[in-house]
């Protein structure tokens, strides 16, 4: 076969747009992690990082950690909060612009780690926090999966092109099977959805709407 420049373009194009990696989903071998859905990020017009797209899933996700917690699918929580003084982040992280310096940075924001209250944890539950984008990194995320008896990733929260989508690929490189929410996973602009989630689509996980992932769970 030979294969021509529209051939191999036309494949790619196929798999960013329908792409779906075969796996089976196992309900007892999943782990739903939503993803840094605390204050900062949803509580409306407090800070600068506010996700207003985020705010507006809330319910969706609600939906989706009980329909899991009445499957006795692990919820585990990741949020940011002040740990090890800061002193565990990225190096260059306070010099990249999504830091909004001309918007101001309260002391009091990204202290504490609060889970939006509408998705508050069970006493049960585990809340992860993390130094940077992703969920694997400097965390004991999989050590934990691994004690739980889970190879299979279910992955709702915000940002979608940062700490979802960073998480997503870490769990691909991992070993585990990666179910990323389309439709539970939000951007700080609407506009960068649809691409990380092709990129996902081709390479990394199954993407699915939420009541797509309930229905095989």
């Not at 196929?14 to 949803?42: R, S």
């Not at 797209?53 to 319910?59: G, I, N």
């Not at 002391?107 to 508050?120: D, M, S």
């Not at 070993?175 to 996973?185: A, E, H, L, N, Q």
Request: charged letters at 30%.
């Amino acid at each position: 076969m030979k294969y021509s420049e529209g051939i191999v373009k036309k494949a790619a194009t196929d798999a960013y747009l329908n792409g779906d990696v075969k796996f089976e989903i196992i309900a007892n071998k999943c782990a739903l992690i939503v993803i840094d859905m605390q204050d900062e990020f949803g509580k409306p017009e407090w800070t600068s990082s506010w996700i207003p797209e985020a705010t507006k899933q809330v319910p969706k996700i609600k939906k989706l950690i009980e329909v899991c917690r009445g499957k006795n699918i692990p919820v585990i929580y990741t949020a940011f909060k002040d740990t090890h003084l800061f002193k565990d982040r990225p190096k260059t992280g306070d010099l990249m612009p999504n830091r909004y310096p001309l918007l101001g940075n309260e002391p009091t924001w990204f202290r504490k780690g609060e889970i939006w209250h509408e998705l508050k944890p069970n006493e049960n539950e585990i809340v992860i926090f993390k130094p940077s984008y992703g969920a694997f990194y400097d965390t004991p995320l999989e050590t934990i999966l691994k004690n739980l008896e889970k190879d299979t990733i279910i992955i709702c929260g915000t940002l979608t092109n940062y700490c979802c989508g960073t998480t997503a690929r870490q769990g691909y490189e991992r070993g585990f099977k990666v179910i990323f929410g389309s439709d539970i996973t939000s951007t700080d602009d609407p506009k960068m959805q649809e691409p990380e989630l092709k990129v996902l689509r081709k390479g990394f996980a199954k993407v699915m709407t939420l009541g797509d992932i309930i229905n095989n769970l």
